[in-house]
């Protein structure tokens, strides 16, 4: 048996945490963080978590230590779903874990997933054991300062949404099982109907939501494309909780393994075959033919003492006392036996504390390992990415600036230590050494060389691109808001992958503030990696406003680690001009800001208050919900602090509460932002005039069943939105990563109307967007030799690999696996058929879902607007005119008696095509929206 533990990430812009993964056959063992970024990093090394059955999570239960851990489930659960290879993974951490994980339950919802979170607590949670490791917890306090107690819950700024009740009164047990149930409710219940008051509905009833809508057909894969509907998640707030400054580390110990019995040596010592073998071996002594006594270690093995390691993590100072006081180390002899390597994760500075260093000479024979952000160098982690942003860099390095990085740690390792690496290994069975391995890490000289292997054609593009651009320079305009900046920090869609990160914008407007547009996971990491450290902090300073259009995972999960930066950054350098941070997102997503807070405080009173404004209350009337006078305090607020004229959303076409929104400045700069939808008229409306509209694009034009079927737009869809707009600039993101590098132009589309395809890590003026209609030659041959078929066999390659894991891990069934292939090929053969017929589909599809928008609204919000349509008409005295066209125009409609009849024939039409289209699409296999 070979047991090793690697290390696999180290601190980076890329992956701020540390993690150790501890490798058997049968099972694999993960100590450490699970920061931001760990999904794509995972992605980026092939390693797929098949056999994960265990995670430990180090440190306290904080964003830094566990902020990657939604994305880290909800890939693994997509994964598992394929593969049933082990199913179940443990996740066990500190207090506020039940907290932190239920605090998601409005966006994580994975019915098959089978996740078990394990909060452990100092002296009721036992060692964990299974037949390969005992792991134990070291519960670790801060000490030397008087321990201050942890400040309550700031006051939060009054929270949008209808009211709900935390329950005050529960006891610690009481709340404990309380967020146990949510959990389990999120990860392996049946989804059952729940109604408006939280009681669960009986078995069978029709599903409905609170606007009584058959639910939405639920997709698979991506993240959070399964979301609770509001009446379910929301039906009661988490009981309020305080965080907890308790820092865990692990002992991880190999069980003994017994040594094997020899009969030679028995039979030589006189003893007969048969029971006195067995006594034998279970430890008894017997006698021999000669009236000698044979002992068991006589004809046994010795016993191998399992070999195990530490993984100790110490945030501060504060903590290294009680650390070092802990009853697991009197016993030291015993562990010197044991343990192999320490593996370090330290807060800054610490690596020096002569505490530490005395400590680690108490273990000579073991390895000590270093993970601190000055030890680490910040290596580039997506190589795949950055390769192509070297080569966009060759070709306009104004529009395609070079990563942030560097290849050496700020600080050398002390004497007798080793600085942390990613990928090194090392070998705790047989024997304790370490493997002569690495990561890889990014070359800038040879991705240099692949741009000069691009070939001279390559070149002469290059040369041409920029003689023209020297020669007669892009013109910049000068209206409104031409000198704004868009920075697109990722662009693609659904999951991380190698070559685009998940939704992320910012947009600077020059005297006025930064705007984060959507923030997937590692945003900030992706600011890190862009930004020079004075740019990074400037945008810090002026980041006004954090937009989030929907609750997707890929759409916020960055969210809560950008807040803490800029709380941190405004705490060291305070300013009082500055110190709100605006959350404009759906009501549900400030009520998961409320709740997490119970985890960590993320936003400071006097340095970086919060105030939320929910998208519901910008819909124009009548559909305004939550304009409560707080709320339109809040608008106002939001307005004067950005100069803004107004801010609006409306509905989008794509999932419960997905918005798509505008918002005008005082000197005529328009942007709008489809967020995730497909093309809505409303949104057309809305974004008349737009200076800059960014536009999901998430599939290729010949993808267009699919856009319907999952609610997103084509490419050319996209464009055709901007063009109806009116728009000066059309940026295109968010793009599937089906095709990771490049989607597929439409070349020629747009008219005067400049469209931009956004790259990762890219930047340009909204003034001189044009200047991509001359890169445009040049965009193309960056990718020219990307050879999409080999791409795929490396893809397939990789599928192969995981496949003779899985074989290995499931021999025992392995005649049953006969028949599953043949069934797996029979389903794949019947997959290829529909996917024909899908096809021939799509001509029609796309004709109904014109029909379904053609009255400039939604299926579900022409439903919801007819079967208003009487109440409405007693209101609309009382109402003021709102002096929006989209209302204009459904007053013109039923004011119109002949018009009024006519939607009714359309709703029964309407209605009839939707339950057809909706049985059509369940009858399509699902797949996985990668
Ligand atoms: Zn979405």
Not at 10 to 37: K, N, S
Not at 165 to 178: G, K, L, N, V
Not at 216 to 235: F, V
Not at 904 to 913: F, I, L
Request: glycine share 6%.
């Amino acid at each position: 048996m070979r047991v090793w533990a690697e290390l696999l990430s180290t601190p980076t812009a890329d992956t701020p945490g540390t993690c150790v993964q501890v490798h058997f056959d049968d099972r694999r063992y993960i100590l450490g963080h699970i920061a931001e970024g760990t999904q794509r990093w995972l992605t980026e090394r092939k390693s797929r978590g098949g056999k994960l059955s265990d995670v430990f999570i180090t440190g306290r239960t904080e964003w830094a230590t566990t902020g990657g851990l939604i994305g880290f489930i909800l890939t693994l659960s997509d994964q598992k779903k394929d593969k049933r290879v082990f199913k179940w993974t443990t996740v066990h951490g500190g207090e506020n874990l039940l907290h932190m994980v239920a605090s998601t339950r409005s966006y994580v919802l994975r019915e098959q997933m089978l996740l078990k979170v394990d909060e452990q607590v100092e002296g009721i949670t036992p060692p964990f054991q299974d037949h390969n490791v005992t792991v134990t917890p070291l519960y670790v306090r801060p000490t030397g300062d008087p321990l201050a107690p942890v400040p309550p819950s700031p006051k939060l700024s009054p929270a949008a949404g209808e009211k709900r009740e935390r329950d005050e009164s529960m006891s610690r047990d009481e709340r404990i099982q309380f967020l146990a149930q949510k959990v389990k409710d999120m990860f392996f219940k049946e989804q059952q109907s729940v109604n408006k008051t939280g009681n669960e509905g009986k078995e069978g009833a029709p599903k409905v939501n609170e606007v009584g809508e058959p639910p939405m057909k639920k997709g698979r894969g991506a993240q959070g494309a399964d979301t609770l509907q509001p009446s379910q998640a929301q039906s009661e707030m988490l009981p309020p909780g305080e965080p907890s400054n308790i820092a865990l580390s692990y002992i991880l110990i190999m069980n003994d393994h017994r040594g094997k019995f020899l009969p030679k040596v028995a039979i030589s010592l006189g003893v007969r075959p048969g029971p006195d073998f067995a006594k034998l071996a279970s430890g008894e002594a017997v006698m021999g033919k000669t009236g000698n006594m044979v002992k068991p270690e006589d004809v046994m093995e010795p016993t191998r003492i399992g070999a195990g390691i530490a993984v100790c993590d110490i945030p501060e100072a504060c903590y290294i006392d009680d650390f070092l006081s802990k009853p697991e180390w009197s016993n030291t002899e015993k562990l010197q036996k044991r343990l192999s390597c320490f593996f370090w994760i330290l807060g800054d500075g610490l690596q020096e504390d002569k505490r530490i260093l005395e400590f680690m000479e108490k273990f000579p024979e073991a390895s000590h390992v270093v993970s601190s952000r000055e030890l680490c160098a910040n290596h580039i982690r997506f190589t795949g990415a950055a390769k192509f942003t070297q080569r966009l860099n060759y070709l306009d390095p104004v529009c395609f600036p070079l990563l942030q990085s560097s290849l050496e740690p700020a600080k050398p390792a002390p004497e007798g230590t080793l600085a942390a690496r990613s990928g090194m290994r090392r070998i705790l069975e047989p024997e304790w050494i370490w493997e002569e391995r690495f990561d890889r890490e990014f070359d800038g000289e040879k991705a240099l060389e692949s741009v000069r292997a691009l070939g001279p054609s390559f070149d002469e593009v290059v040369t041409d691109i920029h003689q023209s651009l020297a020669s007669d320079p892009v013109p910049a305009e000068t209206w409104p808001g031409s000198d704004a900046e868009v920075i697109t920090l990722g662009t693609g869609s659904s999951l991380p992958s190698r070559y685009r990160n998940v939704s992320g914008t910012l947009l600077r407007v020059p005297g006025v503030g930064s705007i984060i547009i959507d923030c997937g996971e590692d945003t900030y990491g992706q600011l890190r990696r862009l930004l020079p450290p004075d740019e990074l902090e400037a945008v810090m300073f002026d980041l006004k406003v954090i937009y989030i259009s929907h609750l997707h995972a890929d759409h916020h999960l960055g969210a809560v680690s950008l807040i803490k930066e800029r709380t941190k950054l405004l705490l060291s350098k305070p300013d009082p001009n500055n110190n709100t941070i605006f959350i404009v997102a759906p009501h549900r997503f400030h009520n998961f800001l409320d709740e997490y807070s119970s985890v960590e405080k993320i936003f400071s009173s006097h340095a970086n208050r919060q105030i939320y404004v929910p998208l519901e209350s910008l819909i124009p009337p009548p559909y305004t919900t939550l304009a409560t006078p707080q709320n339109r305090e809040n608008l106002k607020q939001l307005l004067d602090s950005l100069s803004l004229s107004s801010w609006r959303a409306q509905t989008a076409y794509h999932c419960q509460d997905a918005f798509t929104t505008a918002f005008t400045f005082k000197n005529g700069f328009k942007v709008a932002y489809s967020g995730d939808t497909r093309p809505t008229h409303r949104f057309t409306l809305l974004g008349r005039d737009a200076t800059l509209l960014i536009h999901e694009a998430t599939f290729d034009d010949e993808l267009l069943a699919e856009a319907v079927a999952k609610r997103h737009s084509t490419i050319s869809e996209a464009i055709e939105a901007g063009m109806q707009m009116k728009a000066k600039v059309t940026c295109l993101t968010h793009f599937s990563q089906r095709y990771p590098k490049k989607p597929k132009m439409v070349v020629g589309e747009g008219g005067d109307m400049d469209v931009v395809y956004a790259f990762d890590s890219m930047r340009f003026r909204v003034g001189e967007a044009a200047r991509f209609r001359r890169l445009q030659k040049g965009l193309e041959e960056v990718y020219k030799d990307v050879d999409e078929d080999a791409m795929d066999a490396e893809e397939e390659g990789r599928e192969e690999e995981e496949e003779e894991e899985v074989k290995e891990e499931v021999k025992p069934v392995k005649e049953k696996k006969g028949k599953k292939e043949k069934q797996q090929q029979q389903q794949q053969q019947q997959k290829l058929k529909k996917s024909e017929t899908r096809r021939e589909r799509t001509q029609r599809i796309k004709e109904e879902d014109r029909k379904c928008d053609e009255s400039g609204m939604s299926v579900d919000a022409m439903i919801k607007e007819l079967q208003e349509i009487p109440k409405r008409k007693k209101d609309e005295k009382k109402k003021e005119g709102s002096g929006i066209n989209v209302d204009a125009m459904i007053k013109e409609l039923m004011e119109s008696p002949k018009k009024q009849k006519e939607m009714g024939k359309q709703e029964a039409r309407v209605m009839q095509g939707r339950r057809d289209r909706l049985r059509r699409l369940d009858s399509v296999p699902d797949e996985p929206e990668k």
